[in-house]
């Protein structure tokens, strides 16, 4: 039996913090009229709330065997960053973005950066020596918890970040980044299942441990693909009508608007102000062409 590996205080700070700067910002945004909506809010403590639950719950688990060591991953890679993600908008990151030092970071909002970032993040904490240093070694536990949430929120930004997306990553694009973005998690998980050895002997477990390590890993990446294609497919669907919507609209007020138009506003989540812009060219008998 290996000594309890417990780090709550060193992780538990950025959460603490954030949660602050969190608060600091949404209020002084409601103060000026433009509050963060409540499920926006609700989203982000709820992550944050997940991220201090399994540090605090699992911590000791986790130092113990391979199985909790996972499954503190997944909540703080996968979910806890997925919900902190749901609770950012535009407005909350404007003054980070804003900084010399933060203002880069806008690049990792990007499908063709986020990706292969999250994905070699992934991988190379799976290796087994660094793996071990983190069970082993407080402040590399910390390393790889902080890299975990930053990474997985990074993956999670071109689906549901409030920042612009390239005009190439439509829906069908978004379905692809959400395959490959499961097969890559679903590889590791079967290489975990499949080694037939202890590919981490610092548990000192049997490879039933691990076994059921890699089965938890690919159960949890199933069910997450079943429902980003529900989300994809709902989306979609929404989104034509909404076209349809602002094109039949601008068609009886007599505004002339292109069909690429509607689709990038719509594509934004901007289809809201073309559709007040449309009333309004429509009311000043102008037009909203573009």
Known sequence: MHAAVTFAPLQLAPATIGGILYALRAHRLSQRGRPVP??????????LL???LALTALGDLAGETFVWHMTEH????????LLLVLGLTGPLLAPLLRTRVLGPLRALSNPLVA????????YLWHLAPLHEAAVRHEAVHALQHGLFIACGMAMWMPLFGPLPQPAWFGNLAKLVYIVVVRLTGAVLGNV??????????????PVADQTTAGAIMMVESSLLTLGLFGWLFVKA???SDERQQLLELAEARGVDVSEQRVARAVAAGRGGELRHRIEDAAVDGGSSSG
């Open 115 to 122: 990706l292969p970032l999250w994905a070699l993040n992934l």
């Open 50 to 52: 997940l991220i201090v």
């Open 38 to 47: 409540g499920w926006r809010q609700a989203c982000f403590y709820g992550g």
């Open 74 to 81: 997944l909540l703080l890679g996968d979910l806890a960053t």
């Open 192 to 205: 975990i299942v499949w080694s037939g050895t202890v590919l981490y002997p610092v548990y000192g477990e």
């Open 237 to 239: 669907a929404r989104e």
